[in-house]
């Protein structure tokens, strides 16, 4: 994770807790539905907050890991998810021996990866017959608002590889499974300003870029009537995927 905007987000680290969304749990249990039978050791690789940890966290005897490339990341999940290891990493250098856990997962997080040297570290610490799961909460642009918001904000690497096709892992995974969920969020005015200052595009923004942003944005809560702590409903779709390891 060498791109500046991959590894922009600590600091953000608390508007990235308050504005991105929580991951829906059956989505999660998808993804690790696959892993043998007794498996519980299980590393969140790319983090962050902890948003995909506590899910994980929640599972019945779950060892759960949390790694991330940036500390202030890190500090913010050690706040909110307590009794969890952190580790300074990334999916391309993980701090793990081999064979050491029975799934990888990764939350909005494998579009800065490179795929092929991901696959293939990731392979070294999954055992065989272990699961690479790959998670993505995105909002859903068929409600007109979330387009236009959307064209406020910039589209995120993520929307744009996911429109493109998806992911893509390499050896010694196979092909990738997808589910998908639809689901709202109500929200509140400042917690959309939270998510979009959350964003790699607007945290490395000029000063005016994000002047405008947050302008724009404004006169769009306007004319949608949103104000003080009234809530809208923010559609989204949650699109999973999982790969078993040969």
Known sequence: MTDEKATSFGAE?????????????????????????????????????????????????????????DPAMLATLRATTPGVPTFLGSAESLPLPGASVDAVVLGQAWHWVDPVAASAEIGRVVRSGGVLGLIWNIRDEREDWVRRLTEIMHGSNAEVMLADGGPVVAAPFGALEEASWEWVRPITREQLHAMAASRSYIITA????KTRIRVEMDALFDELGLHADATIDLPYVTRAFRSVRE
């Open 13 to 69: 680290a608390d508007n990235y807790e308050a504005g991105r969304p929580d991951y829906h749990f059956g989505a999660v249990a998808w993804m690790l539905e696959p892993m043998p039978a007794g498996s519980r050791r299980i590393a969140d690789v790319g983090a962050g907050t902890g948003k995909l940890t506590r899910v994980l966290a929640k599972a019945p005897d779950a060892e759960v890991v949390a790694i991330d490339p």
């Open 206 to 209: 000029s000063p005016e870029e």
